[in-house]
């Protein structure tokens, strides 16, 4: 839970997407986002939580440019089992 408190913090500030890519089940919105000149994805931290509810609903409205994230912990090895 430490993460997403350490998140919550910076809310409204300036982020780039790679920052997150070792966070894990976490949902993270990022609004005004835009290709930065290092080809990253950057904008403002607008959501983060465990579940999306109406205060990220409100993000996602006609011509917003928004970034959503969410990396499940359950795909990082890279191994993907098939039931047959």
Same mark, same amino acid.
């Given at each position: 839970?430490?993460?997403?408190?350490? #998140? !919550?913090?910076? %809310?409204?500030? +300036?982020? $780039? +997407? /790679?920052?997150? +890519?070792?966070?894990?089940? &976490? !949902? &993270?919105?990022?609004?005004d986002?835009? $290709?930065?000149?290092?080809?990253?994805?950057?904008?403002? #931290?607008s959501?983060?939580?465990t579940?999306?509810? /109406?205060?990220? @609903? $409100? %993000?996602? $409205?006609?011509?917003? /440019? &928004?970034?959503?994230? =969410?990396?499940? +912990? @359950? =795909?990082?090895?890279?191994? &993907?089992? =098939?039931?047959?």
């Open positions: 839970m430490s993460n997403i408190n350490a #998140l !919550r913090c910076m %809310l409204g500030q +300036k982020v $780039k +997407k /790679s920052q997150f +890519k070792d966070i894990f089940d &976490i !949902r &993270i919105i990022i609004t986002a835009h $290709k930065a000149s290092d080809g990253d994805t950057e904008g403002i #931290l959501f983060v939580g579940e999306l509810n /109406s205060e990220s @609903e $409100k %993000l996602f $409205k006609p011509g917003a /440019s &928004i970034c959503p994230i =969410y990396n499940e +912990k @359950e =795909y990082v090895g890279g191994d &993907i089992m =098939y039931d047959e």
